[in-house]
């Protein structure tokens, strides 16, 4: 199957810095990208879906000035906590599809916010 | 988006089938059924999916009952690395077959291999 990497795999920040995380599609092209975040023993939940060269659409009750979203490329997609805190701290999953309806998921960034 | 209900949990012996129940009352007629597990601190991993007939593939079979109100994904033969938690998802797909809805996840169903 295709696969979508994510860098880095885990990092520490200081509350209050910004933490920058890189999601690749390497072998397709995706013409959409998704986050998601997974608190711990929780399910994931959606934060945005965003297409090449387009704006993100944000699922309700995420904060867009928060949670910056960039596509700039059919494989790459780069999200950014800015000013991060404590809560933030979490599981951060991109995925990625192309033409048909199966998703590939990135193995997850695992961000902690001390 | 539609809703699914699945155990919260399942367990069963290595090299055994493995049945994961789902349902899924109020289906409409352009969703389809999406199956994704998840291994520990990995992200999901897609599984199987279908609309009406059952599917088949080199990791599972997708039984799907014939008022699409429940579905069954068989494990043929568990081995420890499906140890995960299975999804359960609703997707429809807009007329044209091009474009997709969300795949929002629910709780799914953890599942325990013993060896």
């Known amino acids: 199957g295709a696969v979508v990497s994510q860098h880095p795999s885990r990092v520490i920040c200081k509350s209050g810095t910004s933490v920058k995380i890189e999601c690749r599609s390497l072998d397709f092209q995706a013409t959409t990208m998704f986050w998601y975040r997974q608190f711990p023993k929780q399910s994931l939940m959606l934060m945005a879906t965003s297409n090449e060269g387009s704006k993100a659409t944000y699922e309700q009750g995420v904060e867009k000035d928060k949670f910056l979203i960039n596509h700039a490329s059919l494989t790459l997609s780069t999200l950014t906590v800015t000013s991060a805190h404590p809560e933030d701290s979490s599981f951060y999953i991109c995925?990625?599809?192309?033409?048909?309806?199966?998703?590939?998921f990135g193995p997850g960034t695992r961000l902690t916010v001390l | 988006d539609a809703k699914t209900t699945q155990p919260n949990s399942m367990e069963s012996n290595e090299e055994e089938p493995v049945h994961l129940p789902c349902n899924h009352s109020t289906i409409s007629g352009t969703d389809y059924i999406h199956w994704y597990r998840q291994l520990p601190s990995q992200g999901p991993e897609y599984v199987i999916h279908g609309l009406t007939s059952n599917v088949n593939n080199r990791m599972a079979s997708l039984a799907i009952a014939e008022d699409r109100k429940s579905s069954t994904l068989i494990l043929h033969r568990a081995t420890l690395r499906d140890a995960a938690v299975y999804y359960c998802i609703l997707r429809d797909v807009e007329a044209g077959g091009t474009s997709y809805g969300k795949l929002t996840f629910g709780q799914g169903t953890i599942l325990t291999v013993h060896p």
């Open positions: 995925s990625a599809r192309a033409q048909g309806p199966e998703q590939f």
